[in-house]
């Protein structure tokens, strides 16, 4: 059933995404962004900021959590339509554990997915300095 109202549009699901986490060197830690392409046949609602965790090389999740903060903003979502991407900023300051691999796991509110990683895969390690990844909101990109 075809609506008008973005806010009536479904959530995005794994199925309607192909989603990529991009890093780049910041001092001894990166920052970067989840990029996120609607590569469905439906417009979808994508909300609120992504939460990032990196894999090790064998698959398996690092302890690394992911800090949203409690910012408003309305509304807590983007409509995606079909071909159109998002992106989120994302920074990581420092890693002393588990060396990461080349994918991490990316949820969204609404579904989540193993995403490839381009870039660096983890910061430098830097003793004493936290060690969360931190997120924003999703916008449209071009």
């Not at 979502?77 to 991490?104: D, K, T």
Request: proline share 10%.
């Amino acid at each position: 059933m075809a609506t008008d109202s973005p806010a009536e549009a479904p959530l995005c699901e794994a199925a309607d995404l192909a989603v990529v986490v991009r890093w780049e060197r910041d001092g001894t830690g990166l920052r970067g962004q989840v990029v996120a392409e609607n590569v469905g046949g439906r417009a979808c609602r994508l909300p609120g900021k992504p939460e990032v965790t990196p894999l090790a090389g064998d698959g398996t999740p690092l302890p690394a959590q992911t800090v949203i903060t409690l910012e408003w903003r309305s509304p807590g979502y983007v409509l995606l339509q079909p071909g159109q991407r998002a992106a989120a900023p994302v920074g990581w300051s420092s890693w002393c554990g588990r060396r990461a691999g080349g994918r991490a796991q990316v949820g969204w509110g609404s579904g989540s997915a193993v995403a490839e990683v381009h870039g660096p895969t983890q910061p430098e390690c830097s003793p004493g300095a936290p060690d969360n990844l931190r997120s924003s909101w999703f916008q449209l990109i071009g």
